[in-house]
């Protein structure tokens, strides 16, 4: 009850507030973490230019940075765009998709951890391990492994860059130092839509726009992702209808659908 | 009723032609707007490559150019094909997307502008006031200004250029010249859905192929955007559904459906 | 009947299996088609860098090549990855999206198919009466051919190259030496929603990763494609919907589906 009116909070806080969000994502999901956004209320951009990326950063309210589809001008442009989102502190999420799979995508999420102060990294276990620096084994950019697996690994890579994590899976783990947010809302046939991680990193943005605790604002996502994922699967005969319905509801989500089906606890 | 008649002889015209529509576009509306176009009757194209461009406009019966996550290979591209286009004398449009927010966009609109005969500028009130040379303030690419307040920096723009200049919002203007046409169909649900502004453009694209006179075309387009999208939100419970229902609509689109729905105007 | 189980073990293995499908693919259809292969139950992976795509093809059980949106570091990504991939001895499948179009098209299709031993050409009848060797006069990337004028084009093709040939249609017809399946099943509106060609290219990546003989596999992709896609029509009422829906079937395809729907004939 406490934690639903928290979520509420912030979400009533991007309707009003409509946060500009840029992101530098990959090609496979623009189209529908745009829709999320905008869904939700809150305003995306997409850019990548190096010629224009700082620009940008300069009227965003939040940068998320995604390594799927990477390639060489686009690892340039992150790093000019979260050195630029440094110096204006506004907050930066990591979405290190398929980390653990190429050596490109492990050693480019790094570095953007080395570099920069990145506010949250938001990954599914297999990443998270990878990055945490536990054996990886990934295969490919989905998760063969349960969320709580990676969880040493996401306290280790939350204290070694002091940012926080946030594990996507049945339960999602969002942790730095002690603290320590599960929220089990969701529902399996999240995971045959494409974009349903990158998304949660993209509305990561969106929250920690609004709300000056990074841990709150990453774990009140992952709620919203949960409880608005968990509604559109009853509504839906397969992931098709799943996309659709998850936008209608970020779109129509009141409070009481959080009261009744969010599903979240701080440890 | 006579405006709904000579829509409605555009609609059946680009689905008896379907005119091909080459598009140099941004990768967020890529497949919405391909899917809109086909939804429409139209065939679309998409092709960025310098070295092909020139040849697919060959095939072409419109380009559309949309500046939203620009890159230096890509500017390049757009000039080669607005250059072509010219040659075989095709209709061009072009989207300046977040024209204003960053120096990339703005000069890059401007300056295809001053190099090819563009057909139809069609963007939000932020972006036409960006190039009409008023005080822009660009807030990332929606626009926070009312489509109103970009009518003088559209007509000064459209003098400028010799084109039909095209403003997307509540109320639609598209003006060039003394002529002034308003399209107050639509819905403001529109707006939570990426693309629709992108999609119009690519819409006016499959317009000029069919319809030698530029302002009533890209007047036409608005007016099949607002009807298709206000017919979509009664059917929907959100964007996600909006989406969907829009591509249907515009697939079923009838003759009554304008009578009844179309609100437009000539001044 | 005896078609239908053929297909149906094929789609069991999948949902088993979850073959992971690497795709370099083209920027319209890249979420439609990662979102077919998860529907379906195969793992989609979408990686172009030269710097990664080898690595990627590691963990790959497929790869499939797409050309429409092409250009030169793409090309030679492709290259790069089908080399990684003769290696290795996964099948790799070739959709040349608008071959005859442009030349780069064209030679870039021709170019892979003499470089490696491409397993699956899937493509219409435009795209494969160019690269037959046949008059093509391709308007654009959508066939103006029935799928039986190429079939002379498609024999040749598949004897130069020693591989098959899957030629989409109102009839599909898929071919390798005196052996050929017609697949009569699917629907015209399925022609007016972006990307389902390229969906069946994905598809059949995801069945040769799961069937070892490539002419049965690439059919069973086409039997799985029209019925589904024959079913989601009739759940829609338009496009839009009936990319919806087409997922939603995918997802919950059953044996049944098969039996009552399938036009399927081996000659």
Redesign the interface.
Known sequence: MKNAAAVWDDVCAIREQSP?VHNIT???????T??AL??LGA???????I??VE??VG??NALVLNI??????WIAAMHCAAQAASRRGIPIVLDPV?AG?????TETALDLLQAVPITVVRGNASEILALGGAAAG?????SQHGSDSALEAARSLAARHGCVVSISGATDYIVRGERLAKVASGHL?M?????MGCSASALTGAFLAVNDDPLAAAAHAMAVMGVAGEIAEKE??????L??????????LRRHNLISRLRMEWA
Chains 1, 2, 3 share one sequence.
């Open positions: 500009v990959n090609f496979v999901v623009m189209t529908p745009a829709n905008l869904a305003s995306p951009v997409m850019s990548h230019a010629e224009e620009e940008m009227i965003a799927g589809t990477l390639s060489t001008p398929g799979a190429t050596k490109l995508r990934a295969r490919g950019v989905d046939m995971t045959r839509v494409t974009g839906s005969h397969g992931p098709g209808g996309q659709v319905e998850f936008l209608n509801r970020l779109y129509r």
